[in-house]
């Protein structure tokens, strides 16, 4: 353990700039979906509702469409208000523990990644302001907790609570449970006995659990009009049916993936893009005891989220699913422990390196992980179709 190190101003700066950039343009498509009345896949998969009757991700849908209309207002400004909310809390937390931190050039190579949320969403806005973000409101407390070291028992009910509002809201969000326990083991106090562990672990489990037993026993509806009406007489325009509602009345049997498919040529590109979001991890644990134990354990962790593959298409989401949830759970860590080789000084070459492979050449589509425009790149074309 060290001592907390000097802030670096030109990597603060940079990290800075770019969150701040990146929060910018997030809201703006925000501001899009609403003057196009709804995006039918980033805000239409919140609206699904159970009103008429039970279906898996409903139960939100449900407590949304209360609450609009208890304060009178549309559903889909509601909705967007607490999307950008959510995006600035994750976006401010993840920018305050970086400073905190000292902002290290590892850490930043790390939350550079085109996998993790802040690049992920900027590459790609059509795959972000998805419900796991939900998941990843659930690590914010465990993460203020560690960089102040009070408030402990208070940050883990907030991420329970967290929790338990992105498993009901969506069921993929089950799959980052071993995460969640990662950083809530790290979080509680040091005298809290094994029994003690065990139990406020198994809250978010029994949370998992629910969920997951819900949408198997309410897997789909025969038909989405009754889920538009609602929505409709609330003065939404049809066309947000069309995406993640309309997907409803697809059984789980339907929207299965074959098997087969894991072996295309198309998934071996895919799994070369994994292997280039994996390298910065390389660069981080350079200096640690035992570095490829460390990086072992980043290969295995990836397991959480195989059935997944199996289950729906959406691969580039996926791989933001485990980058993100590595470099949250790592942020945690490194807030409670703040180890000596963070802030050892990899070599400029292999920083260099990274930097190009991951600003310039890579960047990860939601759907189907396909390579796009890197961050640099994106950005250039976007100023020049400005002037």
Not at 104 to 114: A, E, G, R
Not at 177 to 190: E, G, I, K, R
Not at 205 to 218: K, N, Q, S, T
Not at 227 to 248: K, P
Request: charged share 10%; with cysteine.
């Amino acid at each position: 353990m060290t001592t907390l190190r000097k802030t670096s101003p030109g990597n603060a700066l940079w990290l800075g700039a770019i969150l701040v950039g990146v929060l910018a343009y997030l809201l703006y498509t925000l501001h899009v979906d609403w003057t196009i009345g709804g995006n039918s896949w980033k805000q239409g998969d919140w609206l699904i509702h159970g009103l008429g009757e039970p279906v898996r991700r409903g139960p939100f849908g449900s407590a949304l469409l209360t609450l609009s209309d208890a304060l009178g207002t549309s559903p889909l400004a509601v909705l967007l208000v607490f999307q950008g909310l959510v995006i600035a809390l994750i976006f401010g937390v993840v920018g305050a523990a970086a400073f905190w931190l000292g902002a290290p050039l590892k850490l930043l190579v790390l939350l550079l990644s085109p996998a993790f949320v802040v690049l992920f969403w900027f590459n790609d806005p059509q795959g972000s302001v998805r419900k796991e973000m939900l998941a990843y409101l659930a690590f914010l407390p465990l993460i203020l907790a560690s960089m102040s070291g009070r408030g402990r028992h208070l940050a883990l009910a907030l991420s329970m609570l967290a929790y338990g509002l992105a498993v009901v809201a969506h069921e993929g969000n089950v799959f980052f449970l071993p995460f969640l326990w990662v950083a809530m083991w790290l979080v509680m106090p040091a005298h809290t006995r094994l029994a003690g562990r065990l139990a406020i672990l198994s809250v978010p489990g029994l949370l998992a659990f629910a969920a997951g037993v819900y949408a198997v026993l309410h897997p789909n509806v025969p038909d989405t009009r009754l889920i538009c009406t609602h929505l409709i007489q609330r003065g939404l325009d049809l066309s947000i049916c069309d995406g993640a509602i309309a997907y409803m009345e697809t059984t789980p049997g339907e929207g299965r993936m074959h098997p087969g498919r894991l072996l295309s040529t198309h998934f071996r590109n895919f799994l070369l893009l994994y292997a280039a979001c994996l390298v910065s991890f390389r660069l981080l644990f350079q200096g640690a005891r035992h570095p490829d134990a460390w990086f072992a354990a980043v290969l295995v962790s990836g397991l959480a989220f195989a059935p997944m593959y199996l289950l729906a298409g959406d691969y580039g989401r996926w791989l933001n699913f485990h980058i993100s949830a590595l470099v949250l759970v790592l942020l945690v860590y490194l807030s409670e422990r703040r180890p000596d080789w963070l802030y050892d000084a990899p070599r400029r070459l292999d920083v260099a390196c990274v930097l190009v492979l991951q600003l310039l050449v890579v960047g990860i589509s939601h759907s189907p992980g396909e390579l796009i425009d890197g961050f640099v790149v994106k950005l250039a074309r976007g100023m020049a179709s400005l002037l």
